[in-house]
């Protein structure tokens, strides 16, 4: 029932704004030691509501998995944006996050173009096309919100992937983030391909 009424306040937003396509785009992944910074886009059909779909953190992570494959077969169109360790140590967290963001929204509007285009809290991405910065996007906005599973269990499903290559970091239980079990590792063992240098400085 909680979830039904979250879904409904962000799907009833959506439908204020009188458009027939808006595109909504969030990232995952912006403050791990390791691991890609994931962006997403997608435009959701508004004839009908998907339960559930909520700001990617606020939902368990078996929900979050149900909820993306529902967001991909019914979206009208999506994108998913990867952007490696290299890039983010060669241009910055930010910029890397506003690349994937500038990529996944060109790529869906290359197909359709949408009535409006909301992302969740980065401004200045280097885009010929009008777009909406709302703070805490994807608890206000159901296409933010989709666009927020969308990038958090891609990149979830990266790190498991991740795991199995370099098994004494434990990447399946933090997703590159630094917890005490991740930063000991990384001491004992040091970098590994996939870790970010600019973010471990302060650990090697």
Same mark, same amino acid.
């Given at each position: 029932?909680?979830?039904?009424?979250?879904?409904?306040?962000?799907?009833?937003?959506?439908? $204020?704004?009188?458009?027939?396509?808006?595109?909504? +785009?969030?990232?995952? *992944?912006? @403050?791990?030691?390791? @691991?890609?910074?994931?962006?997403?886009?997608?435009?959701?059909?508004?004839?009908?509501? !998907?339960?559930? =779909?909520?700001? $990617?953190? *606020?939902?368990?992570?078996?929900?979050?998995?149900?909820?993306?494959?529902?967001?991909?077969? +019914?979206? =009208?169109?999506?994108? !998913?944006?990867?952007?490696?360790?290299? /890039?983010?140590?060669?241009?910055?967290?930010?910029?890397?996050?506003?690349?994937?963001?500038?990529?996944?929204?060109?790529?869906?509007?290359? &197909?359709?173009?949408?009535?409006? !285009?909301? &992302?969740?809290?980065?401004?200045?991405?280097?885009?010929?096309?009008?777009?909406?910065?709302?703070?805490? @996007?994807?608890?206000?906005?159901?296409?933010?919100?989709?666009?927020? !599973?969308?990038?958090? /269990?891609?990149?979830?499903?990266?790190?498991?992937?991740?795991?199995?290559?370099?098994?004494?970091? *434990?990447?399946?239980?933090?997703?590159?983030? *630094?917890? &005490?079990?991740?930063?000991?590792?990384?001491?004992?063992?040091?970098?590994?391909? =996939?870790?970010?240098?600019?973010?471990?400085?302060?650990?090697?």
């Amino acid at each position: 029932m909680k979830d039904l009424i979250f879904t409904q306040k962000i799907f009833d937003f959506d439908l $204020s704004l009188n458009c027939k396509h808006i595109c909504g +785009v969030d990232e995952a *992944g912006r @403050g791990p030691l390791a @691991g890609p910074v994931v962006c997403a886009s997608v435009i959701m059909p508004y004839d009908s509501m !998907i339960d559930g =779909i909520y700001d $990617s953190k *606020g939902v368990s992570e078996k929900k979050r998995s149900e909820l993306f494959d529902k967001i991909k077969n +019914v979206a =009208i169109s999506y994108h !998913i944006a990867v952007i490696d360790c290299d /890039v983010i140590d060669e241009i910055n967290i930010l910029e890397a996050t506003k690349q994937g963001m500038v990529e996944a929204i060109v790529s869906v509007c290359d &197909v359709i173009t949408p009535d409006k !285009i909301l &992302v969740d809290a980065v401004k200045g991405l280097n885009i010929d096309r009008e777009y909406v910065a709302l703070i805490k @996007g994807d608890q206000t906005s159901y296409a933010i919100a989709s666009a927020s !599973i969308l990038a958090k /269990v891609t990149r979830d499903r990266l790190m498991e992937e991740y795991d199995k290559q370099y098994l004494q970091y *434990g990447f399946n239980k933090h997703r590159g983030y *630094g917890t &005490v079990q991740h930063i000991g590792a990384i001491k004992e063992f040091g970098l590994c391909p =996939i870790h970010r240098k600019s973010f471990c400085k302060n650990f090697i």
